[in-house]
Each structure stands twice: as structure tokens, then as C-alpha cells.
């Protein structure tokens, strides 16, 4: 993950603020180690590593990532984190650029760095800018000759991943997406149907409670519930997992079970007699007619016995189960996994969709997912990419942890529609405890616990005006967050903030509570250009940025103590056409023994 000093919004952001940003970041602690030249003929010191990357003679090439161009390392070890890290030319005598998802390039100097939003590849270099593309921010000039003209440059209209691996910051983070990027008029590629599901955590409900959740989550857009597991045995969950599939049978849902191994009380073997109660239910989610399965964890297990104790008891009773389990517990993780694995039909990332937690601010990757993405195209099965706004844990005994946050949600929305998986899983409907539902909790499944002191009263529904729009674009097959469009004429999205400042006294009870920044948050979905979206705390307006149809996202630094947080998008004459105003103020310091770091949600209206 990449180590910054605030918080990246992906986008593009004014080259005077970047460039400022990065001034202080440009460190060389090894030579011949950084981002590569991009360039249609290698200069004469350096060496082609393809895609129209060059390197110098002496350094190794290391394939691009997500989103990047090639990096170049002193040694056949992969440097690319810590050229990610400590953004730098391979070469002293090139300039360094920062494009596409604020990534870094290098160009000689006297040519101009160009790049297209959404791009594949942070960037091009050439003596003018393109139609079509914008000019990148210029981080650090190069000490080389200045060239005057070059003989061809690598262009790339096409969308595909969205790592970002700059380590730039902003005062003001905010994305508004200007270029529409070219969909297909529907997805390709995909072995299986495109669908986005909602991980359930199952626990003590009614029968009233299970249908209202299903009605919901249905109304909302998802195909089904990834049903959270632990317990196969006690009266309580098979209860529970009665209620929902009744309500799934009767409210045309679909559901599957997702065996949560982390609790380690369920061991393969015991799957398939437990399974064998639900999936001739008809709201069971098939592929093929192949019962859908995953896992939470389960990677401590190994393939032999997972295939010996889950799959082939199931196939020799004929059924064929499509097995897509989050391993990433498995110590090899991510690498190689279907080789290790053959097991599976797929494999699902759930780490992936937040930021490592850690000390400083980082933006979301999508590595791991496009490495896997990659990994299952190859060997013709699946993957499934998380999706996600935050977490926020406080149960003490060390489960006390804030995980970015801010913009995380809209920023996966953009790299899923870049990367294209085959699924989608949102991360969750109802955990409560975790901070990252979007959906209902009910009190007797946080019973006999504390985390009422941090959930009840806020609600998180507001952000399912962003997840209809995202789920209808990721399924229609676009490629970039411009495609996630209003479901009508009006604007729609949501505003979300915390009610507890960062410099908080608790505030260092909170594991990574570094990563946090005080700001208001906003996405918005326009129907067209000429809005402008107005973001205020404390009644007093900290930033206006002009939108654009799609998808608009912010994180506005001035989050301040009191009340009066909320946005107004203004149409071009002028009027308030939609707004969102949050109902908790902000505290300065915490008044009882919570140190509530949960986002209040609004959405517009």
C-alpha cells in the first residue's frame, strides 16, 4: 500500500496543487529505480521493456501494473512498491508526470506529459496534448538535454485498471469525471452472467425482519445475499436461515450460503449434509445449476481436503457445487492461487476493498484484485471483486479499528467498472459492528454487545442511492465512473461525515485512527454538466466544485465543531435542486466512553 500525507481522491486535480504535494516526496535512494521513460524510440542508454517503456541499460523491467506504466528496478527483485512509494524517474535526466489516477510517468525533458481520464496507462509524452487527453501535472524536471520532438508515442483510449500509485495529495480531494469513456452495449468477456451481491452477516432475527431485508435489498438492485455463516448446528441460525430463505422463495431473491471459517468451527466435511437443506431451495443462487458457494477465510485448509471433504461427497451425489471462497488467509495469497487451489470455480478478494490499514494515509488499490482477475481469465474461472465504504470497530479487547473511509466506496466503484470482474460483492448490508452496512441491523443481533453505543441511530440507507445507479452500470457493462448515471432528470448521491474530530483525546484508542482526516464526503450522480455542488460545515461553505455527468466525488477538508454539515447541488440558473443535511453535530471530544468514529449518511433529496 502506498504511504502518503492525506488522503488521494482519484481525478483530475489542478497541476499547481500536485505538483506542491509532491515537492517534498522526491526521493532517490536508488539509482537506476523508478517509473520508466515513455517513449515510441528508446534513447540510446536505455532498453525497451515494450508497451513503449524504456529503462535504463544497467535496470531490469517490471511489468506494468494496474493502471501504470513499467517500473524499473536494480535488480530482478520487484521494486514497483517502492517506486509507488517514493514516486521517482528511473533516470535523473527525465521528468516525472503524474496522469491517469494520479500515476507517475517519466518523459524526456522538453516534451509534455499527456493523459487520458480513465486511461489504462498513467500517461504519454509528446510536444503537444492530444484531443481527447489533458496535460499531466508536472512533479520534478528532469537534468537532460531537452528534446523538440519525438517519433511516436504509445495512446490508449481504452479503460481497464485503476490502481493508483501515486503518492500525491490535495488540500481540497475532489473527482468529477469529464470524459465518458466508450462502453460496449453490454458486458464481454465474463464466463458467467454479471452480478453484484450484499455479504449477510446471519444472526437472531424474525421472520418479519428477514422479509423486510430481502424486499430491500431486492428494491435496491442486488441479486442476492452471500449468507455469513459460522454456525451450522444451533437452533438461532438455522432459525434465521429459515426466515430468509422463506422470504427469498416468497419475494423472488436469491441467496448463498457464505461459510464463515474464520470462527473455525465448521470443517469441510461437514458442509455438503448441511448444504444438501437449501440448495433445491428455488431462491438459491445457481450458476449453470450449480449451487453458488463461498467463504469467509478457509485458506488455512488445504485443496486435497477441501476437495475430498466438500466437493466430492457433493459431486457424488450430483451436485456440482461453483465454489468462489475468499482464501486469503492462505499464506501464498494472492499469488498463484488457482494452481494451488484447483479446487475452486474462483476466488474472491475480500482485503482488497479497503486500504492496508496502517499509520498513514492511503489510497484503495486494486493490485490484488487485478492480479487475481488476471490469474482467473487464464485458467478460465472466475473472480469476484469487494466493494466497500469503510470499517469502524470499537469492542475493545483490540477490536478497536478505523479502515479508510472518506471516498473508498465511490473510488471501488470506478476501479470495478475499469477492471470488469465477473462479480461483484458489496461488504455489507447489516454489519453493524464492523460500520459498513448500507442496509438494517435489528437490535437482538447486536444484543449483549456494545456496538449499539457506536450504530444505533446512524443510518447508512443514504448510500444506496449510489449502489442502484453503480450496480445498473457495473451489469449494463460500463468502464468508467462517467457511465453511472441518475436513474432520471435529477441529480441523486449522498453526504457523510463523522460526528467526533481526529484530534479527539480517545482518537488514539482507534487502531490506524492516523489514516482519518476531518472532512465532508459527498458523491453525487448528474444527469448532465452544468451543476455545481456546494459542500458546507458548520454552515459555512468549504468548498464549490463544478460537476459533470456521472459520477462527482469529494473529500472537502473543514470538517469543524457544531452543527450545520450538508451539500446543495445548484443548477446553472442558480436554484438548489437537491441537498443533503446531516442531523448530528460534531463534537470535539467525545462526551461518554465511545469514541464514535461511525459516518452519519444522508442521502440527497
Not at 474461472?381 to 465504504?389: A, L, N, Q, R, T
Not at 470538517?559 to 438548489?576: E, H
Amino acid at each position: 500500500m502506498k504511504a502518503l500525507t492525506s488522503l488521494i481522491v482519484v481525478g483530475v486535480l489542478s497541476s499547481p496543487v500536485l505538483s506542491a504535494a509532491f515537492s517534498p516526496l522526491q526521493l532517490r535512494a536508488v539509482a537506476g529505480q523508478g517509473w520508466s521513460l515513455q517513449s515510441g524510440s528508446c534513447p540510446s542508454d536505455t532498453q525497451s521493456c515494450g508497451n513503449g517503456s524504456c529503462c535504463p541499460s544497467t535496470s531490469h523491467c517490471q511489468a506494468t501494473g494496474n493502471g501504470e506504466v513499467e517500473a524499473c528496478c536494480p535488480t530482478t527483485s520487484n521494486c514497483r512498491g517502492s517506486v509507488e512509494g517514493a514516486p521517482s524517474c528511473a533516470s535523473p535526466a527525465w521528468s516525472l508526470w503524474t496522469g491517469s489516477f494520479g500515476n507517475g510517468f517519466c518523459c524526456e525533458v522538453g516534451l509534455t506529459g499527456a493523459f487520458q481520464n480513465g486511461g489504462s496507462v498513467a500517461g504519454i509524452c509528446g510536444t503537444t496534448v492530444p484531443s481527447g487527453y489533458s496535460t499531466a501535472s508536472l512533479v520534478s524536471k528532469g537534468t537532460g538535454t531537452p528534446v523538440t520532438s519525438v517519433s511516436s508515442t504509445k495512446s490508449t483510449t481504452s479503460v481497464s485498471q485503476t490502481t493508483k500509485s501515486s503518492t500525491s495529495v490535495s488540500q481540497t480531494t475532489i473527482k468529477s469525471t469529464s470524459t465518458k469513456s466508450t462502453a460496449s452495449s453490454g458486458p464481454t468477456g465474463s464466463i458467467v452472467p454479471r452480478a453484484v451481491f450484499a455479504h449477510y452477516m446471519v444472526g437472531t432475527m424474525t421472520q418479519a425482519e428477514a422479509v423486510q431485508d430481502v424486499q430491500d435489498a431486492k428494491a435496491v438492485g442486488f441479486d442476492a445475499f452471500a449468507l455469513n455463516t459460522h454456525d451450522i448446528t444451533s437452533s438461532w441460525a438455522l432459525d434465521a436461515l429459515g426466515y430468509l430463505f422463506d422470504a427469498a422463495d416468497q419475494n423472488g431473491f436469491k441467496l448463498f450460503i457464505s461459510f464463515d471459517m474464520s470462527w473455525r468451527a465448521i470443517t469441510p466435511s461437514q458442509i455438503p449434509s448441511f448444504l444438501r437443506n437449501y440448495i433445491s431451495r428455488p431462491s438459491y443462487y445457481t450458476i449453470s445449476g450449480r449451487p453458488f458457494v463461498s467463504t469467509y477465510d478457509g485458506g488455512y485448509i488445504a485443496n486435497s481436503d477441501w476437495a475430498s471433504g466438500f466437493q466430492q461427497p457433493l459431486v457424488s451425489q450430483g451436485i456440482n457445487p461453483y465454489f468462489v471462497p475468499n482464501f486469503g488467509d492462505w499464506s501464498g495469497w494472492p499469488n498463484n492461487f488457482f494452481s494451488n487451489y484447483p479446487v475452486v470455480d474462483g476466488a474472491f478478494s475480500w482485503e482488497s476493498a479497503w486500504p492496508a490499514p496502517g499509520t498513514t494515509i492511503s489510497n484503495v488499490s486494486s493490485s490484488d484484485d487485478h492480479n487475481l482477475l488476471q490469474q482467473a481469465q487464464a485458467a478460465k474461472k472466475v473472480f469476484m471483486m469487494p466493494v466497500s465504504s469503510f470499517q469502524f470497530k470499537y469492542l475493545g479487547s483490540g477490536q478497536d479499528w478505523y479502515r479508510i473511509g472518506e471516498v473508498n466506496l465511490p473510488q471501488r466503484f470506478e476501479q470495478v467498472l475499469a477492471l470488469k470482474p465477473d462479480l461483484a460483492e458489496l461488504i455489507t448490508w447489516n454489519d453493524a459492528g464492523e460500520g459498513h452496512y448500507i442496509g438494517n441491523f435489528f437490535q437482538e443481533q447486536i444484543a449483549g454487545s456494545t456496538i449499539g453505543d457506536y450504530a444505533n441511530g446512524f443510518d447508512h440507507t443514504g448510500w444506496q442511492q449510489l449502489v442502484t445507479p453503480f450496480i445498473k452500470a457495473y451489469k449494463s457493462g460500463a468502464t468508467s465512473g462517467s457511465q453511472i448515471l441518475p436513474p432520471g432528470s435529477t441529480p441523486v448521491g449522498s453526504l457523510w461525515y463523522r460526528t467526533l474530530l481526529k484530534s479527539a483525546s480517545c482518537s488514539p484508542s482507534i487502531q490506524n485512527y492516523q489514516q482519518g482526516q476531518d472532512t465532508v464526503n459527498y458523491a453525487v450522480l448528474l444527469p448532465s454538466s452544468g451543476y455545481t455542488i456546494k459542500v458546507y460545515s458548520n454552515s459555512k461553505l468549504i468548498g464549490s466544485f463544478a460537476g459533470s455527468s456521472g459520477l462527482n466525488y469529494g473529500a472537502v477538508p473543514g470538517l469543524s465543531v457544531g452543527s450545520g454539515q450538508f451539500i446543495q447541488v445548484v443548477n446553472s440558473a442558480g436554484s438548489v435542486v437537491a441537498s443533503a443535511t446531516g442531523t448530528k453535530q460534531v463534537s470535539a471530544q467525545s462526551s461518554n466512553a465511545t469514541c464514535n468514529w461511525n459516518y452519519e449518511v444522508v442521502g440527497l433529496s
